[in-house]
């Protein structure tokens, strides 16, 4: 028995050293991507239900690795959160974004403009100058800060809940729209939604997918969506994959839809190209 646990204690120890070894390659991978501009930028739509138009996209980061191919922001957002690599990377999402969204605004001349939705990681949100770089940013690229959605997760608010609130505020004045994604997930108490300025609500796709397949899932969509309306907030669905999930998220007045039903993450250019397809346009 002693030499089995003398056995399993140094597979562990193997184990450890394996995975600290592939971090240390991941940072190094990571830290050179961001040099070489290894990543781009996915854009997925986001319709507007009442219509079925088009209202705008989210930014969705990808990682093409020299060797390993696509590597999906699951398994390095998290490193370049813990690594500081997220400030350079996440400005170069959020300039790359509002570019883009600038170009289609401009080609696609239409009211009201599409939006941009950007993902915020807690590092960025808690680095002194972030309201400042969000202002230039959108200064240089001559984009109305109304068009632009800033997605945070409830966590990050409740980690440093007084610096959150007055930086959000200073978002807000630049008329900037804030965002709770996967709502419902987190650990937060709901008093944050008072207490911040928030403008939408993103329903956590774990909770979409079971839309119509049991009732305690349509009971916190429908919950979800009367709190953000009568709080004034707009309300998104996420993950919405099945025809039954749109039925289901119609009958409940669910302001916006995001999923594979519309659309996949799309390329610039076939995001472009579905612009351009789409009948309103
Ligand atoms: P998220 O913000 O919750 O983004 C939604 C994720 O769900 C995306 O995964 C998207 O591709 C996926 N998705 C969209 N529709 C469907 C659907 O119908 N079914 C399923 N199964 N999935 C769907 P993705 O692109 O792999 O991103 C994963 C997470 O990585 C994001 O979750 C976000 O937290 C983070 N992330 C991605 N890009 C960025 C970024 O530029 N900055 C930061 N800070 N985080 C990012
Ligand atoms: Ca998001
Ligand atoms: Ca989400
Ligand atoms: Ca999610």
């Known amino acids: ?23 240390l390659q991941l940072e190094n991978d990571l830290r050179r991507a961001v040099q070489r501009q290894e990543f781009q930028v996915y854009y997925q739509p986001i319709i507007a239900l009442d219509t079925g138009r088009i ?9 093409h690795h020299p060797e390993r191919g696509f590597v999906s922001p699951s398994e390095f957002i998290t490193t370049t959160e813990e690594t500081g690599l997220i400030i350079p990377l996440g400005a170069w999402v959020l300039r790359q ?6 170009q289609w605004q401009t080609e696609f001349a239409t009211y009201p403009p599409l939006t941009m939705s950007v993902n915020i990681s807690s590092t960025q949100l808690s680095h002194p100058d ?22 945070i997760t409830e966590s990050v608010l ?27 997930t987190g650990y937060s108490s709901l008093s944050y939604l008072q207490r911040f300025p928030i403008n939408m609500l993103k329903v956590d796709k774990s909770f ?9 899932s349509s009971e916190i969509v429908r919950a979800i969506i009367s709190l953000g309306n009568n709080l004034g907030m707009y309300v998104t669905a ?7 999930q749109l039925v289901q998220l119609w009958a409940l007045h669910c302001d916006y839809g995001q999923g594979y039903l519309f659309s996949k993450p799309l390329k610039s250019e076939d995001a472009r190209a579905l612009l351009e397809a789409s009948p309103q346009w």
Do not use: Y
């Open 158 to 184: 409740m980690e440093n809940a007084d610096a959150a609130a007055s930086l959000l505020e200073q978002l807000r004045a630049q008329t900037i729209h804030l965002c709770i994604d996967d709502f419902g």
């Open 1 to 23: 028995a002693k030499a089995q646990g003398r056995g399993r204690h140094e597979v562990f120890d193997a184990t450890m050293h394996a995975s600290t070894i592939a971090l």
């Open 97 to 102: 974004a509002c570019l883009q969204l600038q």
């Open 55 to 63: 209202a705008g996209f989210e930014a969705l980061v990808r990682w």
């Open 208 to 216: 979409v997918t079971n839309l119509g397949v049991d009732e305690e």
């Open 130 to 151: 972030f309201s400042e770089q969000v202002s230039q940013i959108l200064q240089e690229v001559a984009l109305e800060p109304g068009s632009l959605k800033l997605e």
């Open 238 to 244: 996420e993950g919405v994959e099945t025809e039954e």
